[in-house]
């Protein structure tokens, strides 16, 4: 157990829809990741907070958004989904400071878009 | 530049075989290098990682080689056992940019018993 939670641990929704997935990082880490997994394009990087500030942005689209909030826990926010949204998404967490960068990955949810 | 590309995509090994995971980067920015072990339906799980200053670290049978000059890095499992059965990740990032990672593509490893 990694100490990364994330919810819910799947989803099944509608084209069109939005969706919500929360992210609770291992106690004392200020750093939070976002990233998309899926069958073709691997591993990607979606986005990164940092004490509730935006840090680096990666392949995110527009129709996402994201933020941490005061106490530390992040929420990705998928609008407008498509079928091609369907994947993989985790988030991981890190001191996100020189004593370390080593991120902690969560169990991950899973996105079904039909 | 950002591309960091890994292979086999898959490999079988016999239970005390050594499986060898290659991965080269581009980016020659790229200063922090860990590998992930990910079983179905869980999360990336980090297993080791280095830094271009070293080049080899051991963690228990998990053992990498760093060859900055050639910017490519590899993962040995040692005596490998079924239980290491799962996808195998590389990455790489860039610390001071706050570290988000570029993996590889993954392989699939198979430890036959």
């Known amino acids: 157990d990694s100490g990364v939670t994330q919810t819910p641990k799947h989803l099944i929704t509608a084209t069109g829809q939005r969706v919500t997935l929360r992210c609770s990082p291992r106690s004392g880490d200020l750093s939070v990741y976002w990233y998309q997994q899926s069958l073709d394009q691997g591993l990607q990087f979606l986005i990164q907070y940092y004490n509730g500030e935006e840090r680096a942005k990666g392949n995110i689209l527009e129709r996402f958004s994201a933020q941490q909030f005061p106490d530390l826990h992040s929420e990705l926010n998928l609008s407008s989904l498509e079928l091609g949204d369907s994947a993989l998404y985790f988030c991981?967490?890190?001191?996100?400071?020189?004593?370390?960068?080593?991120?902690?990955f969560g169990p991950g949810t899973r996105l079904t878009v039909t | 530049q950002q591309q960091v590309k890994q292979s086999p995509q898959s490999l079988i090994v016999q239970k005390g075989g050594i499986p060898i995971i290659n991965c080269a980067y581009e980016?020659?920015?790229?200063?922090?290098f860990p590998w992930y072990q990910q079983f179905p339906g869980k999360g990336p799980a980090l297993l080791i990682a280095i830094r271009p200053d070293v080049s080899e670290k051991k963690e228990g049978r998990f053992t990498i080689s760093f060859n900055k000059s050639a910017k490519q890095f590899s993962l040995h499992i040692m005596d490998s056992q079924p239980g290491d059965s799962a996808t195998y990740f590389c990455?790489?990032?860039?610390?001071?940019?706050?570290?988000?990672?570029?993996f590889g593509g993954g392989t699939r490893v198979l430890v036959k018993p």
């Open positions: 991981a967490s890190s001191l996100g400071t020189s004593l370390s960068y080593e991120q902690y």
């Open positions: 980016n020659t920015a790229f200063d922090y």
């Open positions: 990455a790489a990032s860039i610390e001071a940019a706050g570290n988000k990672l570029t």
